[in-house]
């Protein structure tokens, strides 16, 4: 971490505690503005320094959060739109603790309008608030080559050339290519780092001999510089490990995901709080939408559908949206797919089928699948411990049979109402890209993480994509 990433980094907290104070007086002004009375008439009052004294108190919730988010991490590559989605989780869930500490105290809020105001104000001043950061940090670089993170490239192969092309694309990511080298020169190393300077190595190649690459890793602890390098394909698979001895022996264990100890407790927490809140809130909608369903046609309100989790069957609850018999209609008696279905599937390979016609959807069943309304009652199924609220989607028995090996990481975990690749447009993914972004959650699985699916999939239903999700 260099002093100009570590100075910026500090510069962000200030920044944010304004940001937020900023919010809280904007959301006052926009409700209580004698020029906006006429819009949206006030029936109430309430005091600008008594509120303006609350604001200050909410402050390190914020500030609390958004380091639990990462938005203070000393990371030196930072993506633009991933800090954007950690300062909308950050902040949605310092609104959300607060809604919970008024309930809790059982007090009373007279403007709900100016808590949703807030909300997103505050979202949009932390960002403007970090997007002129980061642009005064990377036009400082620019101009004094001051912050930049001097790189050397070790390899001979296609990927040292895709990495290059990345950093030459992407200036924000602070690295400047010094030099690029087929094999290890500690001669020319030495140079390097004693003028210009090196800052990280990346060795691009995962077949260099094994001594090459000792004498490299000893080079930069030696010399304090920053090493990464590209896994082969067990190291990737590898990528969450823990260690232990026994007796003078070191064992390595490759873990299956990160979503282990309290992280499952904290996950299955969440889960019943927001699944058993939410069923309460909607419950009037589930009566509209069973009354609709019966007067649409005939059958039960719910399909209850045989789905795998964690390698166990399950059903999973949903409003139907079919005709009585569809699963009979897709399948053969040998659970394979029959031939009028192979013809409509759009999935093309892989044991996955979808089609945007499909002839067993009601005329009602149309709108609550476009909608994604069909899929609340799947909260009942969260509640219960089936499923999570975020997690790979649930298959069908038939598909999980037509799983390879490496496809059943998938059942590591919980299946989810919604997940990496609900978000990523899933009817119009292709399998082994569905597996890919369910696989990352698996071994990247983070609170935060959730926070921002969520956030998505409400986006996403919002605007009533049916191609996602």
Same mark, same amino acid.
């Given at each position: 971490?260099?002093?100009?990433?570590?100075?910026?980094?500090?510069?962000? #907290?200030?920044?944010?505690?304004?940001?937020?104070?900023?919010?809280?007086?904007?959301?006052?002004?926009?409700?209580?503005?004698?020029?906006?009375?006429?819009?949206?008439?006030?029936?109430?009052?309430?005091?600008?320094?008594?509120?303006?004294?609350?604001?200050?108190?909410?402050?390190?919730?914020?500030?609390?959060?958004?380091?639990?988010?990462?938005?203070?991490?000393?990371?030196?590559?930072?993506?633009?739109?991933? $800090?954007?989605?950690?300062?909308?989780?950050? #902040?949605?869930?310092?609104?959300?603790?607060?809604?919970?500490?008024?309930?809790?105290?059982?007090?009373?809020?007279?403007?709900?309008?100016?808590?949703?105001?807030?909300?997103?104000?505050?979202?949009?001043?932390?960002?403007?608030?970090?997007?002129?950061?980061?642009?005064?940090?990377?036009?400082?670089?620019?101009?004094?080559?001051?912050?930049?993170?001097?790189?050397?490239?070790?390899?001979?192969?296609?990927?040292?050339?895709?990495?290059?092309?990345?950093?030459?694309?992407?200036?924000?990511?602070?690295?400047? #290519?010094?030099?690029?080298?087929?094999?290890?020169?500690?001669?020319?190393?030495?140079?390097?780092?004693?003028?210009?300077?090196?800052?990280?190595?990346?060795?691009?190649?995962?077949?260099?001999?094994?001594?090459?690459?000792?004498?490299?890793?000893?080079?930069?602890?030696?010399?304090?510089?920053?090493?990464?390098?590209?896994?082969?394909?067990?190291?990737?698979?590898?990528?969450?490990?823990?260690?232990?001895?026994?007796?003078?022996?070191?064992?390595?264990?490759?873990?299956?995901?990160?979503?282990?100890?309290?992280?499952?407790?904290?996950?299955?927490?969440?889960?019943?709080?927001?699944?058993?809140?939410?069923?309460?809130?909607?419950?009037?909608?589930?009566?509209?939408?069973?009354?609709?369903?019966?007067?649409?046609?005939?059958?039960?309100?719910?399909?209850?559908?045989?789905?795998?989790?964690?390698?166990?069957?399950?059903?999973?609850?949903?409003?139907?949206?079919?005709?009585?018999?569809?699963?009979?209609?897709?399948?053969?008696?040998?659970?394979?797919?029959?031939?009028?279905?192979?013809?409509?599937?759009?999935?093309?390979? @892989?044991?996955?089928?979808?089609?945007?016609?499909?002839?067993?959807?009601?005329?009602?069943?149309?709108?609550?699948?476009?909608?994604?309304?069909?899929?609340?009652?799947?909260?009942?199924?969260?509640?219960? @411990?089936?499923?999570?609220?975020?997690?790979?989607?649930?298959?069908?028995?038939?598909?999980?049979?037509?799983?390879?090996?490496?496809?059943?990481?998938?059942?590591?975990?919980?299946?989810?109402?919604?997940?990496?690749?609900?978000?990523?447009?899933?009817?119009?993914?292709?399998?082994?890209?569905?597996?890919?972004?369910?696989?990352?959650?698996? $071994?990247?699985?983070?609170?935060?993480?959730?926070?921002?699916?969520?956030?998505?999939?409400?986006?996403?239903?919002?605007?009533?994509?049916?191609?996602?999700?």
């Amino acid at each position: 971490m260099k002093k100009s990433e570590l100075m910026f980094n500090v510069l962000l #907290v200030p920044i944010d505690f304004l940001m937020v104070i900023l919010a809280g007086i904007l959301a006052y002004y926009v409700r209580f503005a004698p020029q906006l009375e006429v819009l949206r008439p006030v029936g109430f009052e309430m005091d600008y320094q008594a509120f303006l004294e609350i604001v200050f108190a909410m402050v390190p919730i914020f500030i609390g959060f958004f380091a639990f988010f990462g938005l203070y991490s000393l990371s030196s590559v930072r993506k633009f739109w991933r $800090e954007i989605l950690r300062v909308v989780a950050g #902040v949605s869930a310092s609104f959300m603790f607060i809604l919970f500490m008024i309930f809790f105290a059982r007090e009373e809020f007279p403007s709900r309008f100016i808590f949703f105001a807030a909300w997103l104000l505050a979202i949009l001043t932390i960002s403007i608030g970090r997007v002129i950061v980061r642009f005064i940090q990377g036009y400082v670089a620019r101009k004094y080559s001051f912050g930049f993170h001097r790189l050397v490239l070790v390899g001979n192969n296609s990927l040292m050339k895709t990495i290059q092309g990345e950093i030459n694309r992407n200036h924000t990511l602070g690295y400047k #290519v010094v030099r690029k080298l087929k094999k290890v020169d500690l001669d020319l190393l030495t140079k390097l780092h004693n003028d210009p300077g090196i800052d990280e190595i990346i060795l691009c190649s995962s077949e260099m001999d094994k001594n090459e690459v000792q004498i490299l890793l000893d080079f930069c602890r030696e010399k304090n510089i920053v090493f990464k390098f590209v896994p082969d394909m067990f190291q990737s698979q590898a990528a969450l490990f823990e260690m232990e001895t026994l007796s003078d022996v070191t064992l390595i264990e490759v873990k299956r995901t990160s979503l282990e100890g309290w992280g499952r407790i904290i996950k299955r927490v969440v889960d019943v709080i927001f699944s058993a809140i939410a069923l309460v809130v909607l419950s009037p909608f589930f009566l509209l939408i069973a009354f609709l369903i019966k007067l649409d046609s005939a059958g039960p309100v719910y399909a209850r559908l045989d789905r795998i989790g964690q390698g166990k069957k399950f059903k999973l609850y949903k409003f139907r949206s079919m005709y009585r018999g569809a699963h009979q209609m897709k399948y053969n008696p040998d659970g394979t797919l029959s031939e009028e279905f192979k013809k409509i599937n759009e999935r093309g390979e @892989g044991p996955l089928f979808k089609t945007r016609n499909d002839p067993r959807v009601t005329h009602l069943g149309k709108f609550i699948r476009k909608t994604r309304l069909d899929e609340f009652p799947q909260l009942i199924n969260v509640l219960k @411990g089936d499923m999570s609220l975020v997690g790979p989607r649930p298959h069908e028995p038939e598909e999980v049979a037509k799983y390879e090996n490496r496809h059943r990481k998938l059942l590591t975990i919980k299946p989810g109402i919604t997940g990496m690749s609900q978000v990523n447009g899933s009817s119009d993914l292709d399998f082994e890209r569905e597996v890919k972004l369910d696989v990352f959650y698996i $071994e990247n699985w983070s609170l935060g993480l959730d926070i921002i699916l969520l956030f998505k999939t409400f986006l996403i239903f919002l605007e009533g994509d049916d191609s996602a999700c």
